[in-house]
C-alpha cells in the first residue's frame, strides 16, 4: 500500500474540486495537475468527490489518495516507452452520498479555485425532480449547483472568489452547457437574482476537448506489474503515451493561475474548439471508423493488427492524407501531425483494441465521422473521395452479419438498422441494397443516391467486396 509517510510526498493545499475517481480523469488531468505541481509553485490539492452512490471500489483515501499512473506507446521518435509515475495530486476522496455536509465544506474554502469533472457523457443532464434541499441531489449539475450556491453565501457573491470550471465530459462545448443547466437549476430553485450575476460573470466557464486512450487497471498485468514496482497498488491505472488537452477560455488566465508557461505540456488554450473537434473526429475517430469494417472483413481482430497489415494500413494512411485531412479548415501541418500521432497511437502495443469494441453503432458513427468529409470532399472538388466510400461498402458489406470465413459477426447496433440490413441481405440484390441504405434520408440527412456517381461506385465496391473479398477489392483504391 502507499503512504505519503513512507514515501514523503507532499500533501498540497486544496484548490481544486474533482466531480468522478474513475481512471480517465486520475491518467489524464491528475497526471497533468502532477506534474505541474512538481515542477512549478502552483501547490494545488485535489479534493475528488464520487458524485454517485456505490460501494463497490474503495475509496482513494484507503492510500492516502496515491496511486501509480503508468503511461505507455510509442513517443515522437518512434520509442517504445514505459513511465511510472506515483501521483500525489489528489488529497482525498468525498462519498458525496454519505458526507453531504464535508461536501458543503469545500465551498467554504477561500483557497479553491478550479472544479474539474467527468461524470460520463449522460452527467451533464437536467432534471426537474432534483431539489435545493435534497442531500445530495440526483444530477451531477444539481449537486454542483448546491455547491456554487454554498459559495456564493459564505463569500456574499465576492467575485474574486468564484471558479474555473473545466468539464471534460464528451460532449459539445461541455462548460456552456453546463452553465446552462446550473442556470436552469437556479431558476428552478427560485435562487436570487444576485446568484445568477454571480454566476456569470464570478466564474470562468471553460469547455473542453480531451484526448488520451485510458485502459484503466490492469488485471491482466497485475501480477506482473506488483512484482515490477515493488508493491501493491489498488488504484494504478493505465493509459497510452499520447494525451492532448485543449481549453476554451481567456488564455492569459489560464495560463497564468495553471502556470501553463513554467511547463511544457501538451495543453492549448484556444478561442474556440471547433476545429480541435473537426480534427480529432475526422482523423482520429474517422480513420477508426473506416478501419473497422475494412480490417474486420480481412480477418484482422484489433487496431494494432491492422496497422501491421500493409494492405490495411496503406487505404488508412491514404485515406486520411488524400481524402480526410484535404476536406479539414486547418493548418495543414497540423493536420499532418496530428495523423502521424495517430498512426503511432494505433500501434501502441500496450493498447489492445478491439475492432468488435469500436463497431458499437457504426451506422452513427460513419453519418458523424466520415460523411461530413465525403460530402465536403465533393463540394469542394466535384469528385467522389473512393476509400472512404469504400469503407461505406465494406460496412455495408459488414451488416451482412458474416465474415469472409463463414464467422457470425455480433452487430451491435440500434435494432431497426440490424432487422434493416437482414431484410436487404435476404436479396442479395447489391443495387436494390445500396439505394436502399443510400436513400436514408432521416438517417444521413440527404438522400446520398442524389449524389453523380455514389450509387455507382459503392454498389460496385459492395459486390466486388461480397464475391471476391475485402482483400482483392482493396487492389481497385491503393
Not at 515522437?76 to 509515475?85: A, F, I, L, S
Not at 456574499?156 to 474555473?164: D, L, M, P, S, Y
Not at 444576485?194 to 460573470?201: C, R
Amino acid at each position: 500500500m502507499l503512504s505519503r509517510k513512507e514515501l514523503n510526498l507532499p500533501k498540497y493545499p486544496e484548490k481544486i474540486i474533482q466531480f468522478g475517481e474513475g481512471n480517465f480523469l486520475r491518467s489524464f488531468v491528475d497526471w497533468q495537475l502532477d506534474i505541474i505541481n512538481k515542477n512549478t509553485d502552483l501547490n494545488a490539492g485535489i479534493a475528488v468527490v464520487r458524485p454517485i452512490d456505490y460501494d463497490t471500489v474503495p475509496l482513494l483515501n484507503i492510500q492516502d489518495g496515491l496511486y501509480t499512473s503508468i503511461i505507455r506507446g510509442i513517443n515522437e521518435k518512434g520509442e517504445v516507452v514505459k513511465d511510472y509515475r506515483i501521483i500525489s495530486s489528489i488529497n482525498r476522496e468525498i462519498p458525496v452520498y454519505k458526507e453531504f455536509d464535508e461536501y458543503l465544506k469545500l465551498a467554504h474554502n477561500p483557497e479553491m479555485r478550479f472544479i474539474i469533472s467527468n461524470t460520463t457523457e449522460a452527467g451533464i443532464v437536467y432534471s426537474d425532480e432534483d431539489k435545493y434541499d435534497d442531500r445530495p441531489q440526483n444530477t451531477f449539475p444539481a449537486k454542483l449547483t448546491r455547491l456554487l450556491h454554498e459559495r456564493f453565501k459564505v463569500f456574499n457573491g465576492e467575485v474574486n472568489k468564484g471558479f474555473i470550471l473545466m468539464p471534460c465530459e464528451l460532449i459539445d462545448y461541455n462548460g456552456e452547457e453546463l452553465k446552462k443547466i446550473v442556470l436552469k437549476y437556479a431558476d428552478l430553485w427560485n435562487l436570487e437574482e444576485e446568484f445568477k450575476n454571480w454566476l456569470v460573470t464570478g466564474n470562468i466557464w471553460c469547455s473542453t476537448l480531451v484526448d488520451r486512450i485510458v485502459t484503466g487497471y490492469p488485471r491482466a498485468e497485475k501480477d506482473e506489474l506488483v512484482k515490477e514496482l515493488g508493491y501493491e497498488d489498488k488504484f494504478m491505472t493505465t493509459g497510452e503515451y499520447f494525451y492532448l488537452f485543449v481549453i476554451q477560455g481567456p488564455k492569459d488566465i489560464l495560463t497564468k493561475e495553471l502556470r501553463l508557461d513554467k511547463v511544457n505540456l501538451n495543453i492549448l488554450i484556444v478561442n474556440d474548439l471547433k476545429p480541435y473537434k473537426m480534427r480529432k473526429v475526422g482523423i482520429l475517430n474517422g480513420a477508426h471508423t473506416a478501419m473497422v469494417p475494412v480490417a474486420y472483413l480481412y480477418g484482422i481482430d484489433t487496431v494494432r493488427e491492422a496497422m501491421e497489415n500493409s494492405d490495411v494500413r496503406t487505404f488508412i494512411e491514404k485515406a486520411i492524407d488524400e481524402e480526410i485531412i484535404p476536406a479539414l479548415d486547418m493548418d495543414k501541418k497540423e493536420l499532418v501531425e496530428f495523423k502521424e500521432a495517430v498512426i503511432k497511437r494505433f500501434q501502441n502495443p500496450y493498447v489492445k483494441h478491439m475492432l468488435m469494441d469500436i463497431s458499437l453503432n457504426s451506422m452513427s458513427k460513419y453519418k458523424s465521422r466520415i460523411l461530413p468529409q465525403v460530402l465536403e470532399t465533393y463540394r469542394r472538388t466535384g469528385k467522389l473521395p473512393k476509400r472512404l466510400l469504400f469503407s461505406l461498402a465494406a460496412l455495408i458489406r459488414f451488416y451482412k452479419g458474416v465474415r469472409e470465413n463463414g464467422n457470425v459477426i455480433n452487430l451491435r447496433d440500434d435494432k431497426h438498422h440490424l432487422e434493416m440490413y437482414q431484410e436487404l441481405w435476404k436479396t442479395n440484390n447489391y443495387r436494390k441494397i445500396v439505394e436502399h441504405v443510400l436513400g436514408l434520408e432521416k438517417h444521413w440527412d440527404i438522400n446520398l443516391n442524389t449524389i453523380e456517381g455514389m450509387t455507382d461506385l459503392v454498389t460496385h465496391y459492395v459486390e466486388k467486396i461480397d464475391k471476391y473479398g475485402v482483400k482483392k477489392a482493396l487492389e481497385e483504391v491503393k
